[in-house]
């Protein structure tokens, strides 16, 4: 069976400070790979997405940035965090066109 | 341009009693249609899905949902509802056409659900 990870669940930083947050996925080989944000418990916003290593797409500009070193590794970055970049950070994979998206548990962080 | 919208913040439902979470859209082509819950501080959890064939789809923990082309809706529905079935729900679409998985969005409705 196929499980997502993400770590670490919880972050408080300062504004300034770089950010890295991984997600990786076992039991599935070539996912889809996404990163969401979701503020206040509402709306998710896609933030990036890929469909293999080295292959990233931006949905949002902003000082973020994401990498896939590895087919099942995604990783979340920010050089400088702002006050606005604090959320519920979600990683998800697919399979296929007709996948349906499969959730992490999610990164709650906080920017002071 | 593509959307989907779920025209309530929050339902309301008494514990036994049958439950409809809204969701209609817009999409270009035959959609892919999808529902997730969200219980508080966790990832979502993919409830059903709706790729093609009989319009009534049923899921996980007793939900089902129904496709209705001409009126572009997928509602969400649970024939009763428990205390615990209390979470954030979403809905989302992906057009037949894509080929990148990606999902849009509704922006939620809360289900309470009281005993």
């Known amino acids: 069976s196929q499980t997502i990870h993400q770590w670490p669940a919880t972050l408080v930083q300062p504004v300034g400070s770089p950010l890295s947050l991984e997600c990786t996925v076992e039991?599935?080989?070539?996912?889809?790979l996404y990163w969401y944000r979701q503020a206040a418990g509402r709306g998710l916003q896609l933030l990036f997405y890929?469909?293999?290593?080295?292959?990233i797409s931006s949905e949002v500009p902003q000082n973020l940035s994401a990498s896939r070193p590895q087919d099942r590794q995604f990783i979340l970055s920010s050089k400088k965090l702002l006050l606005s970049d604090s959320g519920f950070y979600l990683c998800?994979?697919?399979?296929?066109?007709?996948?349906?998206?499969?959730f992490g548990p999610g990164t709650r962080l906080t920017v002071t | 341009a593509q959307s989907v919208a779920q025209p309530e913040d929050q339902v309301n439902v008494a514990e036994g009693n049958p439950l409809t979470v809204k969701c209609t859209y817009s999409?270009?082509?035959?959609?892919?249609l999808f529902w997730y819950v969200q219980y508080p501080n966790r990832g979502l959890q993919f409830l059903l899905k709706?790729?093609?064939?009989?319009?009534l789809v049923k899921g996980s923990y007793g939900f089902e949902a129904e496709f209705n082309k001409s009126q572009t809706s997928f509602h969400l529905k649970k024939p009763s509802a428990l205390v615990s079935d209390s979470a954030l729900y979403f809905c989302?679409?992906?057009?037949?056409?894509?080929?990148?998985?990606?999902?849009?969005f509704g922006q939620g409705t809360t289900l309470q659900v009281k005993p």
């Open positions: 998800a994979w697919s399979r296929g066109q007709a996948g349906e998206q499969y």
């Open positions: 039991g599935t080989s070539n996912p889809n």
């Open positions: 890929s469909v293999g290593i080295g292959q």
């Open positions: 999409v270009s082509g035959n959609p892919y």
């Open positions: 989302a679409v992906r057009p037949y056409s894509s080929n990148t998985g990606k999902l849009i």
């Open positions: 709706y790729i093609t064939g009989d319009n």
